[in-house]
């Protein structure tokens, strides 16, 4: 007979929306996250303390390999919340016998509406207008003062997985340009131009928007030289990994016109990023937030349970990793 999984005892180790918490105690014998995401110190006194069968992080938990090696041989899965997972070691993860499972689908339409938020705030000088406002305006602007640029009619280049922006991107009438590892079948495409490599991608570019995860493969990929390629004055906008741009290289393509502006969710050091980045007027900046709406959020929780409940009744996981 298969074990009831109120019976069964896990570990919500980050601060879920309060349905997810809900759900969590009433199907599982779960410990909560109180008041704030469990530190890696007290993450482990739970798992220990309580015989963990699984445990359920997010982004701001590094499941490092030291951190695996320390959790009880009860633990069976750690689902995290989030579609990224380059906050694990897979490797020593597989190596534990560990199944991982991710959120993926879920948010990606959130993702595609902030992408969108920071192309526009980025084009239409969101920042340095709503500045304006806060300090009170009181002094009209000449029609040739503070111009935007229009962004309907621009190309917009998609590094990665993007096609939930493409789709919004094109009620702007902007013709797509896209470099994915591979090429989409001509139905999904939809009139956009694949470009096997970003070199080659980057000066048909008005603006580029990146949704590749972090890596080895992807490290600092926009660097001075990829900056120098794309078009002058073009915008760059990244909701993916900080990790994907130089952002010495950014800060000066910036201040030398290279780029009008950029859109940025994430950043090479998060929470506490470059501050020298704030100085700039011409950057909108959001503090990794692509996925943090009441619904997105519920449905990223509720797809971790779902992994959890299925692993620990004995079926296979929804959203393996590997
Ligand atoms: C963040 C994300 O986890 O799912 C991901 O990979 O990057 C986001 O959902 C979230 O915004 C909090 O850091």
Same mark, same amino acid.
Not at 45 to 51: L, M, P, V
Not at 173 to 199: K, S, W
Not at 215 to 234: E, F, K, P, Q
């Given at each position: 007979?298969?074990?009831?999984?109120?019976?069964?005892?896990?570990?919500? %180790? /980050?601060?879920?929306?309060?349905?997810?918490?809900?759900?969590?105690?009433?199907?599982? *014998?779960?410990?909560?996250?109180?008041?704030?995401?469990? %530190?890696?110190?007290?993450?482990?006194?739970?798992?220990?303390?309580? &015989?963990?069968?699984? +445990?359920?992080?997010?982004?701001?938990?590094?499941?490092?390999?030291?951190? +695996?090696?320390?959790?009880?041989? @009860?633990? !069976? +899965?750690?689902?995290?919340?989030?579609?990224?997972?380059?906050?694990?070691?897979?490797? $020593?993860?597989?190596?534990?016998?560990?199944?991982?499972?991710? #959120?993926?689908?879920?948010?990606?339409?959130?993702? %595609?509406?902030?992408?969108?938020?920071?192309?526009?705030?980025?084009?239409?000088?969101?920042?340095? /207008?709503?500045?304006?406002?806060?300090?009170?305006?009181?002094?009209?602007?000449? &029609? @040739? =003062?503070?111009?935007?640029?229009?962004?309907?009619?621009?190309?917009?280049?998609?590094?990665?997985?993007?096609?939930?922006?493409?789709?919004?991107?094109? #009620?702007? =009438?902007?013709?797509?340009? /896209?470099?994915?590892?591979?090429?989409?079948?001509?139905?999904?495409?939809?009139?956009?131009? /694949?470009?096997?490599?970003?070199?080659?991608?980057?000066?048909?570019?008005?603006?580029?928007?990146?949704?590749?995860?972090?890596? *080895?493969?992807? %490290?600092?990929?926009?660097?001075? $030289?990829?900056?120098?390629?794309?078009?002058?004055?073009?915008?760059?906008?990244?909701?993916?990994?900080?990790?994907?741009?130089?952002?010495?290289?950014?800060? *000066?393509?910036? !201040?030398?016109? &290279?780029?009008?502006?950029?859109?940025?969710?994430?950043?090479?050091?998060?929470?506490?990023?470059?501050?020298?980045?704030?100085?700039?007027?011409?950057?909108?900046?959001?503090?990794?937030?692509? @996925?943090?709406?009441? =619904?997105?959020?519920?449905?990223?929780?509720?797809?971790?349970?779902?992994?959890?409940?299925?692993?620990?009744?004995?079926?296979?996981?929804? *959203?393996?990793?590997?």
């Amino acid at each position: 007979m298969q074990p009831a999984l109120n019976h069964l005892p896990i570990v919500v %180790a /980050y601060l879920a929306p309060p349905e997810v918490l809900r759900r969590a105690s009433a199907e599982f *014998d779960a410990v909560l996250a109180d008041g704030a995401d469990l %530190a890696a110190a007290a993450l482990l006194d739970a798992a220990r303390a309580h &015989q963990a069968r699984a +445990i359920v992080i997010a982004g701001s938990h590094q499941l490092d390999a030291g951190l +695996i090696a320390q959790l009880p041989d @009860s633990v !069976r +899965i750690v689902a995290t919340s989030t579609v990224g997972f380059d906050h694990i070691d897979v490797a $020593a993860a597989q190596a534990r016998g560990l199944i991982v499972t991710n #959120t993926p689908d879920v948010l990606t339409a959130c993702t %595609a509406d902030l992408t969108l938020m920071l192309m526009l705030n980025a084009c239409r000088r969101g920042a340095e /207008y709503a500045a304006i406002m806060r300090d009170g305006w009181r002094r009209r602007f000449a &029609q @040739s =003062e503070m111009l935007g640029l229009r962004m309907s009619g621009r190309t917009l280049g998609i590094f990665g997985i993007g096609r939930a922006v493409a789709q919004r991107a094109r #009620t702007f =009438e902007m013709p797509i340009v /896209y470099c994915n590892r591979h090429r989409l079948a001509p139905e999904l495409e939809q009139g956009a131009r /694949y470009f096997a490599t970003l070199d080659a991608m980057l000066p048909e570019c008005d603006l580029l928007s990146l949704h590749a995860p972090a890596g *080895d493969a992807t %490290a600092n990929i926009i660097d001075r $030289a990829a900056l120098a390629r794309m078009r002058r004055g073009a915008v760059l906008v990244n909701t993916a990994r900080g990790r994907l741009v130089d952002e010495d290289a950014l800060m *000066d393509a910036l !201040r030398s016109g &290279q780029l009008f502006a950029a859109g940025l969710d994430v950043f090479q050091h998060e929470p506490d990023f470059d501050l020298r980045l704030q100085q700039l007027p011409n950057v909108f900046l959001t503090p990794h937030m692509a @996925s943090a709406t009441v =619904e997105t959020r519920r449905a990223m929780g509720m797809r971790a349970l779902d992994n959890v409940a299925a692993v620990l009744r004995g079926d296979a996981a929804l *959203d393996p990793l590997w």
